[in-house]
């Protein structure tokens, strides 16, 4: 998890960097390729079996058009927002995936996580004020990145329970790639230039593909963090991602929250370590047996 946490802040770096001289399109077609190029062979030596059900395959495609559309949320964020501002906004998707697991499983959500998750919110509004006001409607769209990946969580709770995690993240990718490839033509076709692919320098190619790297090794590191360890003693690691992603935009692009969003990060992190320590307590009741 500490792994997952230092390198995928690299993938923002990478793909804020490759943003200044290709699309955003680009940049989350990119990453779908690379990975899918990295995991082929990974499923071929590890002799998994790369057919899947219908239904799972139905998922798989669900899960990769919440990938794309995380991806390109937040890189489209990235593009003219501090990292850490970014990171901080989409961290509410643990809030979301609460009221998701309540509203479409029926989990039970007590009145203290949905304060605490109100609470959270409200510190997203904290970071979102200042970079609202300088960047307009872009200092929004880490929120869509929040509820799509919320989504994309969901997903891959439900598949991997079918399908190896190597497995997954292959057909995730490969199925990105051809959800995209439409999208370019449409783009090329029509000469919409925000949805097009263009030739750029070596650098750049460089970036894009340390984009789909990090992406890829991340991903995997917190799978397999997850299966080796409880998601309750991993879950406030994860905050680390926050601390990492001020450092690495403060080293590569001189950013650095404004007091206001350090507050409203305060704010999120409080409110989400709240929810794991709570949830954590729950399990521990519902684990003691009834005397």
């Known amino acids: ?98 009221a998701l697991g309540f509203l479409l499983f029926g989990d039970q959500v007590g009145p203290r996580r949905i304060l605490a998750s109100i609470i959270g919110f409200l510190g997203a509004l904290l970071v979102i004020q200042p970079n609202f006001a300088v960047f307009g409607a872009v200092a929004l769209y880490p929120l869509a990145t929040a509820g799509f990946f919320a989504v994309y969580m969901l997903l891959t709770r439900r598949i991997t329970r079918e399908v190896p995690p190597e497995t997954m993240q292959f057909h995730t990718a490969w199925i990105g790639v051809v959800l995209m490839l439409p999208v370019l033509a449409l783009g090329h076709g029509a000469d919409i230039a925000l949805l097009r692919m263009s030739d750029a320098p070596l650098a750049v190619w460089g970036q894009l593909a340390g984009v789909g790297v990090a992406a890829t090794v991340s991903h995997m590191a917190i799978t397999y963090a997850l299966r080796y360890a409880p998601s309750a003693t991993l879950a406030p690691l994860h905050y680390l991602e926050i601390v990492n992603a001020a450092l690495f935009g403060w080293l590569f692009f001189g950013d650095w929250p404004n007091p206001m969003s350090w507050a409203g990060i305060a704010v999120i992190v409080s409110s989400g370590l709240y929810i794991i320590a709570r949830e954590r307590r729950l399990a521990r009741e519902a684990r003691v047996p009834a005397r």
């Open 1 to 98: 998890m500490v792994a997952f946490c230092a390198i995928a802040p690299l993938i923002d770096v990478a793909a804020k960097m490759a943003s200044q001289s290709v699309t955003v399109t680009q940049v989350t077609f990119s990453r779908m390729v690379v990975q899918a190029v990295l995991m082929a062979p990974v499923v071929m030596v590890m002799r998994q079996n790369a057919g899947v059900t219908r239904r799972a395959f139905g998922l798989l495609i669900l899960r990769a058009l919440m990938l794309i559309g995380s991806t390109y949320a937040f890189v489209g964020a990235v593009q003219v927002m501090p990292i850490a501002d970014a990171l901080a906004i989409a961290f509410v998707e643990p809030f979301i995936l609460l």
